[in-house]
C-alpha cells in the first residue's frame, strides 16, 4: 500500500500559477504510474496527468498549460499548474497504481491522497 499526501492547493486568480505535490511513502517501489485526478462540485472525476517510467500523460483540457513531474528521490510528484482558468477549480487527487502503465482511467488506481482543493478566481 501506497500513502499520498497531496499539497499546494489554495486560491489564485485567473491566470495565475500553482504546484501541487503528493510525497508518497510505503511501499513507492510498486507504482508503476502516479497520477493527478480533479473533482469540482457536482461533477465526476476526472484524469489531469500522469506519468509512467517518464513518460507523460495529459487531458486535453489541461495541455500545454500543466505539467507533471517526479523526483524519485524524494518520491514526491509535482503538478505545475499555469494559465489557471476559473473552470479548473475542484479537489485535486494524487493517485497511485501498481497494475497500469499511463492509465488515464481512475479505476486503474489503487491508493489516493486526501485531496488539496484549487480555487481560481476570476
Known amino acids: 500500500q501506497v500513502q499520498l499526501v497531496e499539497s499546494g492547493g489554495g486560491l489564485v486568480q485567473a491566470g495565475g500559477s500553482l504546484k501541487l505535490s503528493c510525497a508518497a511513502s510505503?511501499?513507492?517501489?510498486?507504482?508503476?504510474?502516479m497520477g493527478w485526478f480533479r473533482q469540482a462540485p457536482g461533477k465526476e472525476r476526472e484524469f489531469v496527468a500522469a506519468i509512467s517510467r517518464s513518460n507523460t500523460y495529459y487531458a486535453d483540457s489541461v495541455k500545454g498549460r500543466f505539467t507533471i513531474s517526479s523526483d524519485n528521490a524524494k518520491n514526491t510528484i509535482y503538478l505545475q499548474m499555469n494559465s489557471l482558468k476559473p473552470e479548473d477549480t475542484a479537489v485535486y487527487y494524487c493517485a497511485s497504481s501498481v497494475t497500469s502503465y499511463g492509465s488515464k482511467w481512475s479505476r486503474d488506481f489503487g491508493s489516493w491522497g486526501q485531496g488539496t482543493q484549487v480555487t481560481v478566481s476570476s
Open positions: 510505503g511501499r513507492t517501489f510498486s507504482s508503476n504510474t
